[in-house]
């Protein structure tokens, strides 16, 4: 079994703009106006074929920030992400055009996704059976329920056969036989020998599916291992978050706000 | 220049693509409306009927216009030049927000990314094919009937697609990182309407003018269509020299424009 995924050394960071007037100053200086921000710093880890690895960490932690330099929708600052196969991302902004059907958006993520004619052909019937949204498949997608709109998204995502794939907490939205059914061909994916990552906050899916986990805090890797040794420690630091009174908690995160803030 | 290779390669190779999605964009755009697609043809011929009626009749302007050693009653010279017009227009302004406006939803670095401006100008071309078919039938019972010399209409829809493609390759880079410069493009295209012999005949121009009118490209869009359609002559030809000046400005523009893409493209989805 070789290495899935390798992130070596990925930061990103995003500017921060107070006034409009630093934004010109940024665009034409040399050296950069404005603060910027850390989402993520200096990440490494990597994953062998087969793992499924649950990405943990409070909000803004910076895990759909990762997640997305994963699936290589955005890239990184610096660092390097050697991805194996293709990538990709399952997200609850899946993406759909709204003014059209069901039936034409499969069509037409699908061909943003490089697919040919023939292959679109003969991959529409299963996304739309997997889908099951029955006549809807043929009104506008600006009709949908927001759970219609993540059954489709993610029965495209999971129908262009990945060798990667991303989950940033789609399944929250679905109910509990579809997201069943997302489990069962997951599971189906793990067989094959796929890589996936997924993230959700709710830890019970995590500990039922995932085996590895990265705990992400701060733009950083806290911690990165086994889900029965990490969770344990990531369940401590939020019993111990939430003992806080409020004011300790308030310094707490002006602290780490602080840490991954810099000037330029 | 391997810039220039990459982005041409590019677009030939995914002209399925380019042709699937244009006509998706064609349909979102007017899938709202209860007529459909027909707007897209209504609402040139509104416009066409009020230049008429303002540039053509209430401003007395009945005379014949000398083009290429013949004179041509305004109307005809009217409609046979601004149809072209409603084409480029909407492709430059859109195609300019193209990349921006749809970053989010291809949000995938592996996708062609120069094909986008190019698919929203192809969707714009149908109506402009429409549109020619409409200016066309119009022109035989104007007393225009079809000669030989409408086989340079293609070469000049071609010349027109390739001066679009070139000319928003670069100002949807710019504009996805400066959103200002969408701004500055929808007004410098609301002064080229009045800068290109649209609407007025070039013969008015006091003569050291001609010359600076000449530079823009547009000018030999314009005139070519006309020429073809009204069958007056082989403007390419005859004006060899405008030809060369043509296309070298096209091929600048699309090197220029394959340079700054593809030097910024990894990048876009960070400019939202």
Redesign the interface.
């Known amino acids: 079994m070789g290495k899935s995924v390798i992130v070596s050394h990925v930061t990103k960071k995003y500017k921060m703009y107070t006034k409009t007037s630093e934004k010109i100053l940024d665009l034409i200086s040399p050296k950069g106006v404005g603060k910027s921000f850390y989402a993520l710093q200096d990440v490494s880890f990597d994953t062998e074929e087969g793992d499924v690895v649950g990405i943990i960490g409070v909000n803004g932690s910076g895990k759909s920030t990762l997640s997305n330099i994963i699936a290589g929708v955005i890239p990184p600052t610096s660092g390097s992400v050697k991805v194996k196969g293709e990538a990709s991302l399952i997200a609850i902004a899946s993406g759909l055009n709204n003014q059209l059907s069901g039936r034409e958006n499969i069509e037409l993520k699908c061909l943003m996704l490089g697919f040919n004619k023939k292959e679109i052909r003969e991959l529409a019937p299963s996304i739309i059976e997997f889908a099951d949204i029955g006549d809807f498949i043929d009104q506008p997608v600006k009709t949908y329920s927001s759970g219609m709109r993540s059954r489709l998204g993610f029965a495209i995502s999971i129908h262009i056969d990945p060798d990667i794939l991303v989950i940033d907490e789609a399944l929250s939205v679905g109910d509990q036989t579809f997201a069943d059914k997302c489990l069962d061909k997951m599971n189906e994916f793990k067989k094959q020998g796929k890589t996936i990552f997924f993230i959700s906050h709710s830890i019970g899916q995590m500990k039922r599916f995932c085996e590895k986990a990265l705990w992400i805090q701060y733009g950083k890797v806290e911690d990165y291992g086994m889900m029965e040794d990490v969770m344990p420690e990531y369940e401590r630091f939020i019993k111990e978050y939430k003992k806080m009174s409020r004011q300790e908690q308030i310094e707490f995160q002006e602290k780490v706000r602080k840490s991954r803030t810099v000037n330029a | 220049m391997k810039s220039a290779w990459i982005v041409l390669k590019e677009q030939i190779s995914s002209f399925?693509?380019i042709r699937?999605?244009s006509l998706?964009e064609l349909?979102?755009?007017n899938?709202?409306n209860y007529l459909g697609m027909l707007w897209e043809i209504i609402n040139p011929m509104i416009q066409i009927g009020i230049y008429w009626l303002v540039f053509g009749n209430l401003m007395g302007n009945h005379r014949l216009v000398p083009l290429s050693g013949h004179r041509i009653p305004y109307v005809w010279w009217l409609i046979s030049g601004i149809f072209v017009w409603f084409f480029i227009n909407p492709s430059i302004v859109t195609g300019g927000r193209s990349i921006y406006s749809r970053i989010?939803?291809?949000?995938?670095?592996?996708?062609p990314m120069s094909t986008i401006p190019s698919y929203v100008i192809f969707a714009k071309f149908y109506q402009h094919l429409t549109l020619t078919a409409i200016v066309m039938v119009i022109l035989q019972f104007a007393g225009y009937p079809v000669t030989i010399k409408i086989i340079q209409l293609p070469y000049f829809m071609f010349a027109t697609l390739a001066f679009l493609i070139s000319v928003t390759l670069i100002t949807s880079t710019l504009t996805t990182?400066?959103r200002d410069l969408q701004q500055v493009l929808v007004s410098i295209m609301r002064m080229m309407i009045y800068l290109t012999p649209f609407l007025w005949t070039p013969d008015r121009l006091p003569a050291f003018l001609h010359p600076i009118m000449l530079a823009n490209p547009m000018y030999y869009i314009a005139e070519g269509y006309r020429a073809s359609l009204l069958g007056l002559s082989w403007y390419g030809l005859d004006h060899i020299k405008y030809t060369v000046y043509f296309w070298a400005f096209v091929i600048i523009a699309f090197m220029f424009g394959s340079m700054i893409h593809l030097k910024f493209r990894?990048?876009f989805?960070?400019y939202l």
């Open positions: 399925y693509l699937r999605l998706y349909k979102s755009e899938n709202n989010r939803f291809i949000a995938k670095m592996n996708f990182i400066v990894d990048h989805v960070d």
